[in-house]
């Protein structure tokens, strides 16, 4: 994340704020279904067709961890027997999050404003024991 710092003399140039640093386990893990290296930072994972509808809205999931993608495409199987059969048979897609980002930025594709990004769930646990 970049943003612009400001002095007496005015703006000065775009400093990183931050740097987002995957999880050595999900990149191995990306690279290892992809069958070549993931070498775009930090690896996001979904699946085509997996969508749920959120205050009327559809939307689509991404994950930071291929695990909670597995667990919530588990549970909506449970939930929905037919279009679970159908979910089963998609291929999980990988893509670097910097990449999403980036598309997102551009505004070029409408969708992506239906995407919802779940972070891991040891990063909610670690914000909720340090509020």
Same mark, same amino acid.
């Given at each position: 994340i970049k943003k612009p710092l400001k002095d007496n003399e005015? !703006?000065?140039s775009v400093l990183d704020i931050f740097e987002l640093k995957p999880k050595k386990e999900e990149v191995d893990l990306a690279s290892s279904m992809m069958g070549k290296p993931?070498?775009?930072?930090v690896p996001v994972f979904y699946m085509e067709?997996?969508?749920f509808?959120?205050?009327g809205i559809r939307v689509y999931p991404v994950f930071f961890n291929y695990e !909670?993608?597995?667990s919530?495409?588990?549970k909506a199987v449970e939930k929905d027997k037919i279009k679970g059969e159908e979910l089963q048979k998609q291929e999980v897609n990988i893509i670097g999050l910097s990449d999403v980002l980036? !598309?997102?930025k551009s505004g070029q594709?409408?969708?992506l404003k239906q995407v919802v990004f779940y972070p891991p769930e040891e990063s909610v646990q670690y914000m909720k024991s340090h509020k």
């Open positions: 005015g !703006e000065k993931f070498d775009k930072g067709g997996l969508s509808m959120r205050e !909670e993608l597995q919530f495409v588990s980036d !598309e997102l594709n409408p969708m």
